[in-house]
Each structure stands twice: as structure tokens, then as C-alpha cells.
């Protein structure tokens, strides 16, 4: 049977393709991409000129079937995202899943990934971690998915959009207060990657300095509490119970 590769591809400078993610791109029956116009875009850059097909979200589950059949026939497939790892928030989960109960070898290509760029030059610890993927468009879910976030997992780390961040930013003042250290990565590769850190007061006054830092790919980032003492072992749901309690009572 073929190999499917899991191929990791630039999150903005070019310059971090790896020469292996090359080689395999180059040597691959097929590639399968989320967007195949976007991608043509970046193999036509590295002069790769394998034949594309597409997989996203909507017809991932379908599809997989018939590259599975494509895999056992001998076919290679690498997988793309339109950018940094695939699976990452992006598709191929239920592909690899596929793969694995049908007994196709799954190779990983390792590249360029927001989630570690932004994590391993933010200054917040990173012995743990925990990554919650985009929070929920609502505002009330985005709380609840704050809210069930347990004490004692270090670094919390998620996608945002810029259209939603300074929403997000009030609601991580309700959820762990005004005073939590947080990192925004912007750009992250490109020309104005930048880290923006402090409380999410502080962040959302730098945002709002100029409209242009509005914009662009961002990955947010939550300190884990600062104080090791006993309020690290409440959660933060019944921490602001507490809270809000103790505004009312006399
Ligand atoms: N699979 C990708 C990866 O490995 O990072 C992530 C794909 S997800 C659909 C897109 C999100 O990743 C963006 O909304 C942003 O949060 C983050 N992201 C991607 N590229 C980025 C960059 N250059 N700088 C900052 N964040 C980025």
C-alpha cells in the first residue's frame, strides 16, 4: 500500500518549508489540500507540479473512503493544510483515523505550527500546556469553554480571529480576571509578527492604538495564575462564584 505523509507547510515565510516536505511534495501520486487554488499558489512557488485533489471539513468523511482505495492501490497522498500543520485546526482527523483502522502507514512531515511558534518565544511556561483550538463563536459558550478550563494545566494557548479578539479579551477579564497575564502572537513569521503581553486591558489598549494591529493571524495565550497558593486549587468557574459573592455579601 502507499503512504499517506502528514506534511507541514509555511504559516507565513516561505523559508520554513523543510527540505524533506520538498522532497515528498515532489515524489507524492497526489497531494490533497484544504484549498487547492490557495495551495497551487505555494507549490507553484517551489516548482512542484503534482496533481492536487481536495479535502476539507465538509467532504472529509467521504472523502476518505475512496483515498483510502487510492492508498491500497499503491498511491502515495501527502496532506496540506492551507497553512502550518495539517489537523491542527484543520482537516485530516477523521482521514488518518481512517488510515489507521485500515492499516495504511501514516508519516509525519514536521514543520511550521502556530501553536509551538507562538508558545516557544511567548515567556509563559511551557512544560504544560493545554491548547483549546478556536474558542466558540457565542459569547456565552466562549465562557462556559473558559470556565471548564481546570486549574493546573499550565499555559493555556488558543486560535483566535481578528474579529473576535477583543471580545475574547473581555470575556478572559470575567473568567480569570483583570489582572491575568496574557500573550498575543501576531504574524507570526511575517513581517510585523509581534508579541504583545500584559493583562487584557493592556492588550486591548494596544490593539486599539491603531487599527492595522487589529488585523491579522493571532495566537492568545493565558499565564497560568500567577500566586502557587491555595486559589490554584479552585477552579476558575467556582473562583469567580466567589467572587462575585463576595461583591455582594456586606
Ligand atoms: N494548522 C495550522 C497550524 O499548524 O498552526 C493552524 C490552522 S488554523 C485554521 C488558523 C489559525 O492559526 C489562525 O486563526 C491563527 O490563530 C493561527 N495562525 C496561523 N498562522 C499564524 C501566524 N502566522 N501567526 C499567528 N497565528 C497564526
Given at each position: 500500500t502507499g503512504q499517506l505523509y502528514i506534511v507541514a507547510t509555511p504559516i507565513g515565510n516561505l523559508n520554513d518549508i523543510s527540505q524533506r516536505a520538498l522532497d515528498i511534495l515532489q515524489q507524492v501520486d497526489w497531494i490533497a489540500a484544504e484549498d487547492t487554488r490557495h495551495s497551487a499558489r505555494l507549490l507553484q512557488h517551489f516548482g512542484i507540479s503534482t496533481r492536487m485533489l481536495a479535502l476539507h471539513d465538509h467532504n472529509e468523511k467521504q472523502r476518505a473512503a475512496s483515498l483510502i482505495e487510492t492508498l491500497q492501490q499503491g498511491q502515495s497522498i501527502a496532506l496540506i493544510s492551507?497553512?502550518?500543520?495539517?489537523?491542527?485546526?484543520?482537516?485530516?482527523y477523521s482521514l488518518v483515523r481512517h488510515c489507521q483502522q485500515a492499516g495504511v502507514q501514516v508519516v509525519p512531515i514536521p514543520g511550521p505550527c502556530a501553536l509551538i511558534s507562538a508558545l516557544c518565544a511567548a515567556?509563559?511556561?511551557?512544560d504544560q500546556f493545554l491548547f483549546i483550538g478556536f474558542l466558540a463563536a457565542k459569547q456565552q459558550q466562549r465562557i462556559n469553554q473558559l470556565n471548564r478550563i481546570?486549574?493546573?494545566?499550565?499555559t493555556v494557548v488558543c486560535y483566535e480571529t481578528a474579529r473576535r479578539v477583543q471580545a475574547t479579551l473581555h470575556d478572559l477579564v470575567e473568567v480569570f480576571g483583570a489582572e491575568r497575564e496574557l500573550v498575543l502572537a501576531k504574524e507570526?513569521?511575517?513581517?510585523?509578527e509581534h508579541f504583545a503581553r500584559g493583562t487584557a486591558s493592556e492588550i486591548l489598549h494596544w490593539l486599539q492604538?491603531?487599527?492595522?494591529?487589529?488585523?491579522g493571524e493571532m495566537v492568545l495565550m493565558i499565564a497560568p495564575?500567577?500566586?502557587?497558593?491555595?486559589?490554584?486549587?479552585?477552579a476558575p468557574a467556582v473562583l469567580h462564584t466567589l467572587q462575585l459573592l463576595m461583591q455582594e455579601l456586606p
Open positions: 492551507d497553512a502550518g500543520t495539517p489537523l491542527i485546526s484543520d482537516p485530516g515567556g509563559l511556561p511551557t481546570p486549574a493546573g494545566v499550565g507570526l513569521t511575517k513581517t510585523f492604538e491603531d487599527p492595522k494591529r487589529c488585523q495564575a500567577a500566586k502557587p497558593d491555595s486559589d490554584n486549587d479552585i
